[in-house]
């Protein structure tokens, strides 16, 4: 069997499962590439070059995972975010393009050439405060999460990308870990936000294998935003800005979560729908 053939084999085989449908030829040939540790270009010149009976066992046992629903970030080991590399396994959160937009919004609204404090909530991989932490040189980040094997492989991602010295990875439920006399200059978080009557309509890459403690927050997906929102009103300087990823139609519930808050403001993700939240602690 050639590589051309074992791609084409594998992404029929994956195509006949509706859910994995749209990416089964992007998949097929991402996974053979990551058993044989070669590179697209390396593919596309030699498909005709002969997969040995071994790597093709390896390869179905790869495909296999995929058809689990095993997401393929957790299958590689590894994902892109913000122009940053990070490792991820199923303990973290699969960091998302949507998300981007939240570290954008950040990074407008703070100053690249002053010291800032920040806090990141929920840190998962750590790719929101490792990819401020890129951005901003003088600033110093308070990186949170609950888990402890998250913690661990945030650690890790900001070492790999040269900016651990800058970031503290503690452990706690949200700020409760903090001294309640530190302040700062930003509180961001892409919290829990998914409702738990949508969990049966999710992905099954989703529902099936990412952590359920960072998708979903109760009922209506509210939970984490009603305790976190007035621990961050304690725990901002005065006018400290407060950055929320939130989810579909939620745009309502968290304009009156802060109400009291200043210069309250939604950003739209590419498919205009509400995915930021931004506001200043008066």
Not at 95 to 107: G, I, S, W, Y
Not at 250 to 265: D, I, K, Y
């Amino acid at each position: 069997m050639t590589l051309r053939q074992a791609i084409t084999a594998a992404a029929t085989q994956l195509a006949e499962d509706e859910h994995l449908r749209a990416t089964a030829n992007r998949d097929a040939e991402l996974l053979l590439l990551l058993l044989l540790q070669i590179s697209r270009a390396n593919l596309l010149a030699y498909p005709e070059r002969e997969l040995p009976s071994n790597q093709q066992t390896a390869y179905q046992s790869l495909i296999e995972r995929r058809l689990q629903h095993e997401p393929i970030q957790y299958i590689t080991g590894e994902q892109e975010f913000y122009g940053l590399n990070f490792h991820v396994t199923p303990a973290v959160l699969i960091p998302r393009p949507e998300t981007e937009h939240l570290v954008e919004a950040v990074l407008k609204l703070l100053p690249s050439n002053q010291s800032v404090t920040l806090a990141d909530i929920g840190t998962g991989s750590g790719a929101i405060a490792i990819a401020l932490a890129a951005h901003l040189p003088h600033a110093a980040i308070t990186a949170l999460d609950i888990s402890l094997d998250a913690l661990a492989i945030a650690t890790t991602n900001a070492r790999e990308n040269n900016v651990a010295d800058r970031i503290l990875f503690l452990q706690s439920d949200l700020l409760s870990a903090l001294s309640p006399e530190e302040e700062f200059d930003a509180i961001v978080s892409n919290p829990p936000y998914i409702p738990e009557i949508d969990r049966l309509s999710l992905h099954p890459q989703v529902r099936d294998h990412e952590p359920t403690t960072a998708l979903f927050a109760g009922e209506m997906g509210l939970d984490i935003y009603r305790r976190l929102i007035p621990q961050a009103h304690k725990a901002l300087k005065q006018n400290g800005l407060l950055a929320l990823e939130i989810g579909h139609g939620q745009q309502a519930a968290l304009t009156e979560l802060l109400s009291g808050w200043n210069t309250v403001s939604f950003i739209d993700d590419l498919q205009q729908i509400p995915r930021v939240a931004l506001a200043r602690k008066p």
